[in-house]
């Protein structure tokens, strides 16, 4: 399951934070993404950087903020799955309790990773 993380820590993460943001604004109605960051421009499906902000406001590199990101949204996503175990396992579901286990599994792996990666970066 090494390809999960992308899955199971969160579906933000096959989108990028940035994308993210861009998302909830459009879905909120307070703009469309091309209106939330108009001089974002977009150089590939995978690639998600911006040349609005790269650490000069807010003093956090792109990727200082990307990889804190993360393994936020890892350690949360570890969290929600554990009501979700608890919902599966009231409802006597092995099956999808034994999914939200391997999929807090993975969670706690990225949250691992990016904790030691914050650690020798910061």
């Given at each position: 399951?090494s390809?999960?993380?992308?899955?199971?820590?969160?579906?933000?993460?096959?989108?990028?934070?940035?994308?993210?943001?861009?998302?909830?604004?459009?879905?909120?109605?307070?703009?469309?993404?091309?209106?939330?960051?108009?001089?974002?421009?977009?150089?590939?499906?995978?690639?998600?950087t911006?040349?609005?902000?790269?650490?000069?406001?807010?003093?956090?590199?792109?990727?200082?903020?990307?990889?804190?990101?993360?393994?936020?949204?890892?350690?949360?996503?570890?969290?929600?799955?554990?009501?979700?175990?608890?919902?599966?396992?009231?409802?006597?579901?092995?099956?999808l309790a034994?999914?939200?286990?391997?999929?807090?599994?993975?969670?706690?792996?990225?949250?691992?990773?990016?904790?030691?990666?914050?650690?020798n970066?910061?």
């Amino acid at each position: 399951m090494s390809s999960g993380l992308s899955i199971f820590c969160g579906w933000s993460l096959v989108l990028g934070p940035r994308t993210d943001r861009r998302v909830r604004a459009a879905r909120a109605g307070t703009g469309t993404p091309k209106d939330v960051y108009p001089q974002t421009p977009m150089k590939g499906a995978d690639q998600m950087t911006t040349t609005a902000e790269t650490g000069n406001v807010t003093g956090t590199k792109d990727a200082q903020y990307d990889l804190l990101w993360f393994t936020e949204r890892c350690l949360s996503n570890a969290l929600r799955l554990e009501t979700y175990i608890g919902d599966a396992e009231r409802d006597d579901d092995q099956e999808l309790a034994s999914l939200f286990r391997r999929a807090q599994n993975e969670s706690r792996k990225g949250a691992e990773e990016g904790k030691q990666l914050l650690r020798n970066r910061l």
